[in-house]
């Protein structure tokens, strides 16, 4: 519990340093999350064309998407509907690729920042510092420990970015179909408590890794 909060804290400090990266993260994930469950949902309308050419008893989605394309002058066929499958999943790619974009720009927006001090704080240091710490901790700290604080919170960002897409991905499932939903829910959960136990071995297994690294 302690490492999580400690953990909070320091991605709090960041999003303080760079608010306009997360921000403009958070405004990709929300679109994105909007088209992705739109893309998903358009299949219904080329389903139900295929399962019934005069679509004589349409589902909600297809009887919006009709009205959306009544309004336009687009006729409801299959090619209309295949474009706008084929267009929302095309734009859903496009935006995968920009969100992984904005997390690698914070990843090494922090990483550049975590050096430059690191090395402004070294630069400045009295000699006696370099001769009474191990040469291999200071190696390693500018090697491979900064690099690891910068993987770290690029993992952050991409869960943070993942755990908005969930939700939004949820919305589907809760609507077709609730007590179900929550059903799989608890179940996941009650398998995914296991391994959050595994959580004090990897840090022990990391102070290990780090002190051999010194």
Known sequence: MMQLRKISLIFKE????????????????????????????????????????????????????????????????????????SFLNLLNGALKVLIRFAILHIKYSILRNLLSDTLKKFFNTRWSFFSGESQGKILNTLNNELVTVGNTIGAIASQFALAIQFFIYLSIPLLINASMTITTLVIAFAFGMFFLRLNKYSYELGKINTTTAN
């Not at 960041?14 to 739109?38: D, N, R, T, Y």
């Not at 336009?72 to 299959?78: K, M, Q, T, W």
């Open 14 to 85: 960041f999003i303080g340093e760079h608010p306009k990266i997360f921000l403009l993260l958070f405004f990709l994930l929300l679109v994105e999350g909007m088209v992705a469950a739109s893309s998903v949902l358009s299949v219904i309308p080329m389903a139900d064309f295929l399962f019934d050419v005069t679509l004589k008893d349409p589902s909600k989605v297809t009887l919006f998407v009709q009205d959306k394309f009544l309004l336009l002058g687009i006729p409801s066929n299959f090619w209309s509907f295949g474009i706008l499958f």
